[in-house]
């Protein structure tokens, strides 16, 4: 018996395909929607119900009219931070009145709850904490992060003035299968598939800067959790290690087996430190990650591995 119908916005991409993968397995009946710009409909079980709908779209709410979710997950997104950067009216234009569409067809069509992926690093920015949690001041230097925390505030004032019931998870750096290589946070996608196709790898600076990386595994059992609390916060989803870009890179390579070297190019000019504490979703709710590093960049390079592999036989015939 289903536990209910969950649409999930943006479930064609990295990190929504995994989370309809979990909603589905645990009894939830879904519905995606995703205008495929970046996720990809093959990341879908092929009776899954999907519709090919920008979010902005009033399209939009023909889907919620005829599909009448209970809850909504909410992952899609204009998701490139340089982009955001040369045009922050186009990332306004998606994720805050893309968002506001959401969650106004929530209210309407009586949704009882919304979940929403915010950013970690790119709301805190270069913070003095380390591993930086909830509470810490929000100083978000992109456009990008700019409207996450804007449509974080809108959330909490749906539920403030409309009732809509909410959880917010930000991420840290998120990897894993399915991850776009073409991204520019996908640093182990990145690595993973330039080595299988023996293209040259530039790391920016000399390589120390550090990210809190999360398996995708690990951030959709997160989502999960909060989903199904009866509490509505906020909460960082990470791992509270510190990894360097060059640790990335020689544990993908070690997993591939090769014997290959980075170029170090320019000057790193980025955040040089983002690591969230995961404590209060730890002892709220219970969730901490149970993916080693290792093991998770293994995983994803296997999935990049197989696929570079399909994409070769495809070749040949």
């Given amino acids: 018996m289903s536990k209910g119908k969950i649409l999930v916005t ?9 989370q309809v993968d979990l909603l589905i397995k645990e009894g939830y009946k879904v519905v995606v929607v995703d205008d495929l710009s970046t996720g990809q409909q093959e990341n879908l079980p092929e009776s899954l119900v999907f519709y090919k709908v920008d979010i902005r779209d009033a399209e939009l709410a023909e889907v919620f009219a005829k599909e009448k979710p209970d809850y909504v997950f909410h992952f899609a997104a204009q998701i490139n931070v340089n982009r955001s950067v040369d045009d922050p009216i186009f990332d306004a234009d998606v ?22 992926s915010s950013t970690g690093g790119a709301l805190y ?13 929000c100083t978000p230097l992109s456009p990008y992060g700019i409207a996450k925390l804007a449509v974080e505030n809108y959330v909490r004032f749906y539920f403030e003035q ?26 182990v996608a990145i690595f993973a598939e330039k080595m299988l196709a023996g293209e040259p790898i530039m790391i920016h600076g000399e390589g120390h800067q550090t ?23 906020t909460y960082n989803v990470g791992t509270g290690r510190q990894t360097t870009v060059n640790e990335i890179f020689n544990m993908v390579r070690r997993s591939l087996d090769l014997d290959f070297e980075p170029k170090h190019v320019d000057v790193f000019s980025g955040q040089k ?7 209060k979703i730890k002892q709220n709710l219970g969730w901490s ?3 080693k590093i290792e093991e998770g960049v293994a995983a994803t390079v296997e999935w990049f591995a197989t696929k570079s592999s399909d994409l070769r036989v495809d070749l040949r015939r």
Avoid: W
Wanted: aromatic letters at 8%; hydrophobic letters at 35%.
């Fill in 10 to 18: 943006g479930g064609a991409g990295f990190i929504g395909s995994h």
């Fill in 95 to 116: 994720n805050i009145i893309g968002s506001l569409n959401v969650l106004d067809n929530c209210v309407e069509h009586g949704v009882k709850k919304i979940m929403f």
């Fill in 125 to 137: 920015g270069e913070a003095e904490t380390i591993p930086t949690p909830e509470d810490y001041p």
């Fill in 162 to 187: 409309k009732g809509l019931s909410y959880g917010i998870t930000r991420y840290a750096n998120v990897y894993g299968p399915r991850q776009n290589s073409k991204g520019e946070a996908g640093v």
């Fill in 211 to 233: 990210r809190d990386f999360v398996y995708v595994g690990d951030v959709v059992a997160a989502n999960l959790c909060v989903f199904q609390s009866d509490k509505n916060d």
């Fill in 273 to 279: 430190v983002s690591c969230l504490s995961a404590e």
């Fill in 289 to 291: 990650p149970k993916t």
